[in-house]
């Protein structure tokens, strides 16, 4: 069973990297067959990402994409070996310029201190028209 500190704490380091555009800290603590899923269509990113290699494709994608500024951790909310984080950020679509400001939560799973599922869900309308040139 993963504790409560390992979780906050591997979140958290998380999202340093991810902020930091640092792929290989960002899926550290995944598990070898861990799953990125990001609710959004039309952005780049295969639906549902299993496994470190593509992770590691798929967040280049996602990094050269899609900048994060002003990112605050609003919640998060542990129970068991399953998280939610609920944050807010600044969000750049790099290739349009178009800014927009999100809300989102991500729900995250553990097994043996280890990420086996992180689904992060977001307004996808709004990244579609950030999207759109």
């Not at 951790?73 to 939610?84: N, S």
């Not at 579609?128 to 040139?133: I, Q, S, V």
Request: proline share 2%; with cysteine.
């Amino acid at each position: 069973m993963t504790s409560r500190h390992k979780i906050s704490r591997t979140i958290m380091a998380l999202w340093k990297a991810r902020l930091a555009e640092d792929v290989d800290a960002t899926i550290k603590d995944f598990a070898e067959s861990g799953m990125f899923e990001l609710n959004a269509k039309g952005i780049g990113v295969r639906r549902p990402t299993v496994g470190k290699a593509a992770l590691r494709r798929d967040l280049h994608t996602l990094f050269k994409t899609w900048d994060f500024k002003r990112w605050r951790k609003l919640d998060l909310l542990i129970d068991g070996e399953k998280a939610l984080i609920r944050w807010s950020a600044t969000v750049i679509c790099t290739p349009t310029k178009k800014t927009a400001t999100f809300e989102c939560y991500d729900l995250v799973k553990f097994r043996n201190g280890k990420i086996i599922e992180y689904r992060q869900t977001t307004d996808t309308a709004m990244m579609m028209r950030l999207a759109t040139p």
